[in-house]
């Protein structure tokens, strides 16, 4: 139940710490988590609660600041973990100076990787991006130009086990937290998927559920709509199905050709999947009922 | 191929005529039509022209001063028929003073029904009202305010053919020219929809193909999408795949419940609704492959 | 400092009540408030904490459940005075089921005031409108429609301390709470405004600072700016410089005349307002630094 | 009166041409260059044409294809004159295979350069960039990952003069034609602008005319506006006040510092600068009373 495990950064670093909760709602939750953390002599710099569902189950972030915080973080989990049994939350807290180690899977397209890598560099994103890992060549010059090791591994239908676990043997050696699909073109066995429950986001280039699976450009065209989307999601096994973290759309004419929406949609799929990046590795992000709730 | 019947209308009545062509392209297109309207001494207000499909397929709107312009609009076919038929142009023309009249198909939410109201009273939109169709009482202390006939033709699953021959009979005695269906929630029939060929304007309240059917906004809350979105367009034997014409977004969040899920649809479905109607009666619109053309 | 005036509403009448609270930043704010409701049995429902400024000012929203609540409302001030002393807080609390009273002001311009009129009655804004004061005839007819009293107070020159005399004396008698200037086109003097403190809210149909003063459209017009703005503010006395609540956007090209920067602009300016007005009866606002937190 | 000079770039470079024209309206001017065009056997891809202002100053830009076009475009001038000279034509003609000669001005901020150097090179932008002037060292490397000669060339109060002198240089000897100032921190001399008019296009982290000037994010800022702008614009020879080509925006809240308001304003700028250059560079920008007429 406690997982002290993935952190909260931010562009200054902060001193602080970031608890997310969830449980079924009862009298008294705000009352118990502010109340522990003031009596260990901590400063709530942002609170924030939501209620989900009929049964109006509980969600709730809570960052303090550490300066002054009688408790260390180390010994947070067995100190909290009576209060979190009264009340059958599942929770966990991380460090804001801790910064989740993500890796980037891309395939040709370069456009959302080179997005990541600028974001990163500029303190946008507060995450080490220790490796790529690519079916292909093609866009190792940007990972290059950042420093940043470049793995091909290339899939073919015959290989795709084999390449899974030589993923997941890089993965493991860098210790990731995160893995983000930077239109990677390829479709994860549903082994690969759960070993990362959580801790895979994927930029589908439509606003899901329109124009589920291949070539949704294509699809978009033909079917003539005025707004073109893209998606940001966690991945699950159901293809394109997961929990969405992020959406955002363009307007498109008929002047638009397919040339014109893949485009469009490039700069739509950078500014999508980077929030949905960042809201992860800042720890704003709860699941409830496959939806995402999100702590901006 | 000639058919001299809708019009086109303004804020101010601009004494004009609008042209709309299709055809095969082909060389010397705009110098025939341009030169046609300069011959009989009319000054071109607005030339629009766009290529369509590989095969760039020739749509043109053109709108011209009729100050001064030497052939009577009645003369016109008879004028330009040897023009259309050496290209084998697909066309109509219209006149700007003529109002084309509307019928407003409705059931119980009455948000478009009201915007419609209030948009044809104030000049916006440049159509007649001459009548209102709907299956429920509900909603005619409206009609009676904009004093606009109000005709209740109630619709179960026995009487539906019934009803239909009641409501073609009125739009037949109106003259009507556009069906505006204005949440108006029963399905027309086949038949019914033969008669009016792209002269039926629906709105459905999602971002379509996403969530067709019944209870669009149900499913977007239950996928928890991060954008509603609202989709006007021509009604054909295919439901909800008929071309559009406009679609509108707005932002929700996890804190939407289903409630605001419908009000932040009603503000979007009126101005989706309302800019495609406004467009049809204004001559805007050519349909190619299923998909529409928009001269704005 | 203690205030228990507006209140708190939405569509489904909530048996809560709502807080807002402000005060420098201390540690241990959010244990005593949340404490203090736990020890009365109430349920917290919603609580949103936000710090502004360099030196973290705390503002906070928190609506409880009232069932179960052991602390009847009118003896609430006693109780939490001592809370409210020690940690210098400048506080207010509302009942959901109390309805503001809204007057509207408006000229000639409707369309504020019918969609104002329109979301009060199909609940989406709960307040009461009890009256609509006018320095015109001409839009008379949408408050009867409405069944809203509706006084016709004229101003020129010579009679403005006169007239606001007058509509004060109606201001009192019908004890409102907020008054909203729908396209209101006279300027309130500083005594009127000074009566109204942070209730007094005005559409301004620009995106303010651009364009401040009259004829805005008319400016962005010369400008030839691309995107057309309005903004909801509370009125202070220097003119158009309150705090902003709302603003709202939409495109505009070389295509659109002053009139349809005009059309285009009520669409915009019937949202910003309404929502600007939700938000201010749903007790979601709160002032720092002459800049509104809205607690969505 | 003729220029042959700038010229049309797409992604997939088309053997076409471009012509824009302007005039004071008259009857005949569509047919009088359309059939020009037609004559010497050119097939018109494109026509649009916009008509300005109380008088109706004609405003058009015509793409044909020169796949059988039997004038060469080095005759097209001598022959075009004629029909120019009776309607008082301003115009110009440009080839769709010219590349337009870019220099990029640009300080310590990167992020506009990069988009554009990212752009340029995979091809959404049909230009040449040979060259980029810094007045910093700053942000070499991203210049030199793209083979871009960058030059350094310092400017302070004393030597602005001659700073100008050492750019016009190299903008002379790479025969530059439009200068993207990209967050240049500098401000151009009235001399040196005059030697290109219509010619520079720069980047204003505002939404113009609000927060002219110098750190319009600060003032933004502590004017609580809800929605961040920014605007590109040719310059003139009054500060922030030439004519707007393109504006974007996205909202903010209280909850963003002037941290956020940089971060986001960087993905706005880079879209609406990369659209203003491509408008300009692809011929589609007339300029009518200080303001731009877009032919998208």
Known sequence: MVTLTRSYGERVLKNSAVMLVQCPDQKGLDAAIADFIFQHDGNILHFEQHQAGEERFYLARVEWDLSGFQLPLDHFPEKFTPVAKKFGMHWGVALTSYRPRVAVFVSKYDHCLVDLLYRQRNGELACEIPLIISN??????????HGVPYHVIPVSKGTKREAEVAQQRLLGEHKIDLIVLARYMQILSPEFIANFPQRIINIHHSFLPAFIGAKPHQQAYDRGVKILGATAHYVTEVLDDGPIIEQGVVRISHKDGLDDLVEKGRDLEKVVLSRAVRWHIENRILLYANKTVIFE
């Open 136 to 145: 292909h060549e093609d866009v190792r010059r940007h990972a290059d130009f």
